[in-house]
């Protein structure tokens, strides 16, 4: 291992991470957390290019830019883009990558941050593509998970939502199967986890199984990540309603540990009601801050070779 491993690196995949990279990120993530702003990106540039809405990921990456000095271009949807003349995502990567140091992405398309990679020259953060993955969000759920409950291994978490098209989701099985950690899957039947992420579960000796009710499960795990529908992955498939199974109704909170905390990457609906936001399970705002800490961290250590 290399004193910095992320130096000069792409961020497409959490398949691309091992335990190493990512205690390594960590460890950054909490000097960055600790130390506020530096210098260390000064006279650097960051291409902010996010064809999909965000609130999260686009503002944090931006403010983390600032945070550390670099200047940030960008935009936040494509109808300022030639992409409306008809120019291609490859051609649109190839101009972006004259200008910046880096360049952070987000598409509808699952694979069009493997391609940007591909094509540029400079290192490139997959900022979610499509329902694929989602690779910075998983970094901070499993930062933020670590942080509040102190370990990682022998933890018990379910997984709750929308498991087929969530690429938080996606990216957060990866993560966890570095660790020595118990997935509890729940969801409706026709949005549980694909065969294939189960398969590469099984290879890995995850221990996993399937509920369709947080009732079923909020008794036996130390972190409940909610997730929504993701209703926009899946509009032929409408006549799936949302079930209320789902839903963390305040009640069900009595039969948790208490030490558990609960996680979403947020944006909610119904399946997270604001009543849970006052009790001490609720950890999603503070993970939506650590997500500002995270993405210092690569920032800074995919651009300085030197940091530890
Ligand atoms: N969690 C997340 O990706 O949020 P945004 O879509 O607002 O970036």
Known sequence: MT????????????????????????????????????????????????????????????????????????????????VKKGESLHDTVRMLDQYADLMVIRHPLEGSARLAAEVAEIPVINAGDGANQHP??????????????GRLDGLAIALVGDLKYGRTIHSLVELCALFDIRLYLVSPEALTLTDAFCDRLKKRSV????????????????????????????????????????????????????????LHPLPRLAELPREIDETPFACYFDQARNGL????????????????
């Not at 992320?6 to 091992?18: A, H």
């Not at 910075?136 to 409950?149: R, S």
């Not at 800490?293 to 530890?308: H, K, S």
Request: proline share 2%; net charge neutral.
């Open 136 to 149: 910075t969000q998983a970094l901070t759920d499993v930062f933020t998970i670590q942080e509040c409950q």
């Open 3 to 82: 004193a910095n491993p992320l130096f000069g690196r792409d961020v497409i995949s959490m398949t691309d991470f091992d335990r190493d990279d990512v205690k390594a990120v960590f460890k950054m993530t909490e000097r960055c957390k600790k130390e506020g702003k530096s210098s260390a990106l000064n006279q650097k540039i960051i291409a902010s290019c996010f064809f999909e809405p965000s609130t999260r990921t686009r503002f944090s990456f931006e403010a983390a830019a600032f945070r550390l000095g670099a200047e940030v271009l960008g935009f936040g949807n494509e109808q300022m883009l030639s």
């Open 293 to 308: 800490f995270v993405r210092q961290a690569l920032l800074t250590m995919i651009l300085n070779e030197t940091v530890t």
């Open 207 to 262: 221990r996993f199984s399937f509920h369709q009710t947080i009732e079923e499960v909020i008794s036996s795990v130390d972190i409940l990540y909610l997730t929504r529908i993701q209703r926009e992955r899946f509009l032929k498939c409408s006549f799936i309603s949302d079930p209320e199974e789902l839903v963390l109704r305040p009640e069900l909170l009595k039969k948790a540990r208490s030490h558990l905390k609960i």
